[in-house]
């Protein structure tokens, strides 16, 4: 079974402040998001039930053929790992 594919973006800002008469202490700013635009995606499948291509069309989210659920093409009887959503996370450097 071949995944669906995906595209994640990512997005970093950093701030240095200069501290000091001599300008020789400072503070860096850092925030970092991932997955900026939330994607929901596969990550991972442990498992590898396949319906045929041609029962059903993998243009469409998210559908029902027969007695089969479909996520992106995928079978919903799989076990799957999704990706995480948006996280972030921030740091402050204190150079001395």
């Known amino acids: 079974?071949?995944?669906?594919s995906y595209g994640l973006v990512d997005a970093g800002v950093s701030y240095k402040l200069l501290l000091g008469q001599n300008r020789g202490d400072s503070v860096l700013f850092r925030l970092n998001v991932n997955n900026v635009l939330d994607a929901v995606y596969i990550s991972e499948s442990k498992t590898d039930i396949i319906k045929s291509q041609t029962d059903f069309d993998t243009a469409v989210s998210y559908q029902t053929y027969k007695d089969a659920q479909l996520f992106k093409g995928i079978d919903t009887s799989n076990?799957?790992?999704f990706g995480f959503g948006r996280t972030w996370n921030y740091s402050l450097f204190y150079n001395f």
């Open 79 to 81: 076990n799957v790992n």
């Open 1 to 4: 079974m071949k995944l669906p």
